[in-house]
């Protein structure tokens, strides 16, 4: 059983940058690819990036590229996302999420093991 707690989140205003952290306990970390969705109030949950159990291959929506970076340290047994340039339509609760194996099983939210609890993500205007 793999336990995923996700901190970093809060307000800032439009332009300004957070750096989430999603921590996993319990279990190989790094047989796990990890993903970070988020969901806003009225919207399915959606992937916004995700990274490979070695960290090698990492995949973003079309919404966050070339703003968001996602990343691990396995040895830490954390993964971050950094998130810059942030917009009002970033706001959303951010989600931590674990699948074993591939990379590709994050594209799928049934496909998801494990999630962690959320934090909030507020850009102001």
């Known amino acids: 059983q793999v336990q995923l707690i996700e901190s970093g989140g809060g307000l800032v205003q439009a332009g300004g940058s957070l750096r989430l952290s999603c921590a996993a306990s319990g279990g190989t970390f790094n047989r796990y690819a990890v993903g970070w969705f988020r969901q806003a109030p009225g919207k399915e949950r959606a992937l916004v990036a995700a990274?490979?159990?070695?960290?090698?291959?990492?995949h973003y929506a079309d919404s966050v590229k070339a703003r968001f970076t996602i990343s691990r340290d396995n040895a830490k047994n954390t993964v971050f996302l950094q998130m810059n340039s942030l917009e009002p339509e970033d706001t959303a609760v951010y989600y931590c999420a674990a699948a074993a194996g591939l990379l590709q099983r994050l594209f799928a939210r049934q496909e998801v093991d494990y999630w962690g609890q959320g934090t909030q993500v507020t850009v102001s205007s």
């Open positions: 990274i490979s159990w070695s960290g090698g291959i990492t």
